[in-house]
């Protein structure tokens, strides 16, 4: 403890002898004094004005680097919720969710989606052209919009959902995906 927070602990000591409170009071009081001071001391040993500017600077750049995972996080929440909303009409509740988790589970294994294949087994997906398209689209889109990409994989992808939505009958699921994406404000 410094010479001054040593002062200041002997006088608020002194202050506690001649205050007028029962025992247990000042006990309570005297423990917390000790333990504020204590804290104190070993927060003034520690930070002299070099490693306090140090400090101040981490903790900003910490700060900066919170607020950018804070917003990846919720870009991918919002993602995946407009995504499964407009899934459950064509697929289904349990269908949509399914696909969705495959999709962030993708995303997660530093996005690898050779997993998303097993998504095209699915009962009601394996043998319907139009939602085979949807799919493709769908994992495309979330890989589009997720993924850190150069421009040939970028290129790559909107060539994908270029293709599953030009024909009008093939890609009609696929088509209508787009649009609502575009109408919640993900454009394509």
């Not at 962030?104 to 997993?115: G, L, M, P, Q, V």
């Not at 052209?129 to 909107?158: D, F, G």
């Amino acid at each position: 403890m410094s010479t001054a927070t040593q002062n200041q602990f002997h006088i608020a000591m002194e202050s506690l002898i001649e205050m007028d409170a029962s025992e247990k009071a000042k006990k309570h009081i005297l423990k917390e004094l000790i333990k504020f001071y204590r804290t104190e001391s070993e927060t003034l040993a520690i930070l002299d004005p070099k490693d306090q500017k140090i400090k101040e600077m981490t903790d900003t750049r910490v700060a900066e680097k919170v607020a950018v995972f804070k917003t990846k996080l919720e870009n991918v929440a919002l993602i995946n919720s407009t995504i499964e909303v407009i899934l459950e009409d064509q697929l289904g509740s349990i269908t949509a969710a399914a696909i969705v988790n495959k999709l962030d589970e993708c995303r997660r294994s530093n996005n690898k989606y050779h997993a998303f294949i097993a998504t095209y087994h699915y009962p009601g997906i394996k043998n319907d052209m139009h939602r085979r398209q949807l799919l493709k689209t769908v994992r495309a889109i979330y890989q589009l919009k997720l993924s850190t990409l150069n421009p040939a994989e970028k290129s790559k992808l909107l060539s994908e959902i270029k293709y599953a939505t030009i024909c009008d009958h093939c890609g009609d699921v696929a088509i209508e995906l787009v649009n609502r994406l575009n109408i919640q404000g993900f454009a394509v």
